[in-house]
């Protein structure tokens, strides 16, 4: 899906993907017939089968600067993301001109729970997992956030996360 963070995506890196087809084929795409865009691939696009492989071509670096990198994005997640807590990462797209998380917290959303799910009380854009929630839960939270953010701002937000059987 073209994940991404601190600038980068995986756009940036891939070369080729390897997939199994429905009929059982092995087959390879290339970067460029991958379609790669905003947290979208030809993959989230279009049922083609199972990814089973990636081939990545990283930047060689300095190994102490990368690891100064590495080890400040951990800290940056740590005190930014409810890494703490059980999760899909962050459940909610961008806006083209808007921060969907900020819409979120200004609709005094931060810590509203349905069941076992709740909007994390550190960052507005991640739903998490306060010990039993259910997929149910999950999904009446993301349907409740995204009528009260319409309701309040008139953008319709957009998942980021992929719902397994809504295509």
Known sequence: MNAGAHGGQ???????????????NRKTLAKEELQFDYRQSIFSKHQLGMITEATLEVNKGNPKEIEEKMAAYATYRKEKQPISYPNAGSTFKRGEDYITAKLIDECGLKGYQIGGAKISDLHAGFIINTGNATAKDVLDLIKY????????????????????GEK
Do not use: A
């Open 145 to 164: 956030t995204k009528q009260k953010v319409y309701e309040k701002f008139k953008k319709e937000i957009n998942l980021e996360i992929e719902i397994l």
């Open 10 to 24: 995986m756009q940036d890196v891939v070369t080729s993907v390897t997939y199994i087809d429905f009929d059982g």
